[in-house]
């Protein structure tokens, strides 16, 4: 089992930054491949960003390319998500998740079904 809980969320205004944490528990962290996924009220669940346990490559979804840097530290058990240029649209609450998927296409990691274990989320609100 792995415990994963998220952190720095809040409320910020467009173009300002927040930089979210999710620390892990109860595995080897070094072994998970770590993803953001993002839920705004009404929609689907949408992949962010995520870095394997491989070789730590990352990778993003098109809407936060250039703007958002994902990143992790393995003595810490924890992955960042740094959000920058944030806009209204990022509204949502955001998860990480876990998983050991490895793979170099992007679209393996945009699948919730290969995470294993998903965090509580925490809420981003970006006012305009």
């Known amino acids: 089992q792995v415990q994963l809980v998220e952190s720095g969320g809040g409320l910020v205004q467009a173009g300002g930054s927040l930089r979210l944490a999710c620390t892990a528990s109860?595995?080897?962290?070094?072994?998970?491949?770590m993803g953001w996924f993002l839920q705004a009220p009404g929609k689907e669940r949408e992949f962010v960003a995520a870095?394997?346990?491989?070789?730590?490559?990352?990778y993003y979804a098109d809407s936060v390319k250039g703007r958002f840097t994902v990143s992790r530290d393995n003595a810490k058990n924890t992955v960042h998500l740094q959000m920058n240029s944030l806009k209204p649209e990022d509204t949502a609450v955001y998860y990480c998740?876990?998983?050991?998927?490895?793979?170099?296409?992007?679209?393996?990691?945009?699948?919730?079904?290969?995470?294993?274990?998903w965090g509580q989320g925490t809420q981003v609100t970006v006012s305009s």
């Open positions: 870095i394997n346990w491989s070789d730590g490559s990352t």
């Open positions: 109860g595995r080897t962290f070094s072994r998970l491949s």
């Open positions: 998740a876990a998983g050991t998927v490895v793979s170099t296409y992007r679209g393996s990691y945009e699948l919730g079904r290969n995470y294993d274990y």
